[in-house]
């Protein structure tokens, strides 16, 4: 996977960026109720899955990025099921 430089710097940018809204994920996963808990995991998720699929990008790995692609495909599956449950439920 041939990614030009100018697009790699990008990427390690946009990385950054995720690093940097990591810190009030962080803060709401000590919240006191746990349904703030459970959305501050998934957002977790969320960033971490972003991040490797953005490495995979920036360093060419194609098999990097597939891995980071696959389980951000997992975590939206697992969010729309919730999702659905919840409006079913109302």
């Not at 990385?15 to 746990?34: F, M, S, Y």
């Not at 699929?53 to 099921?81: D, E, P, Q, R």
Request: with cysteine.
């Amino acid at each position: 996977m041939d990614v030009p430089v100018a697009f790699r710097w990008v990427f390690a940018a946009l990385a950054a960026l995720q690093l940097i809204a990591l810190i009030p994920v962080l803060r709401r996963l000590r919240a006191p109720g746990p349904g703030t808990r459970t959305e501050a995991r998934f957002t977790l998720l969320d960033a971490a899955c972003s991040l490797t699929a953005f490495a995979g990008i920036a360093f060419g790995n194609l098999a990097l990025m597939l891995c980071g692609l696959t389980a951000l495909g997992l975590l939206y599956a697992v969010k729309g099921i919730r999702w659905y449950r919840t409006r079913e439920r109302a």
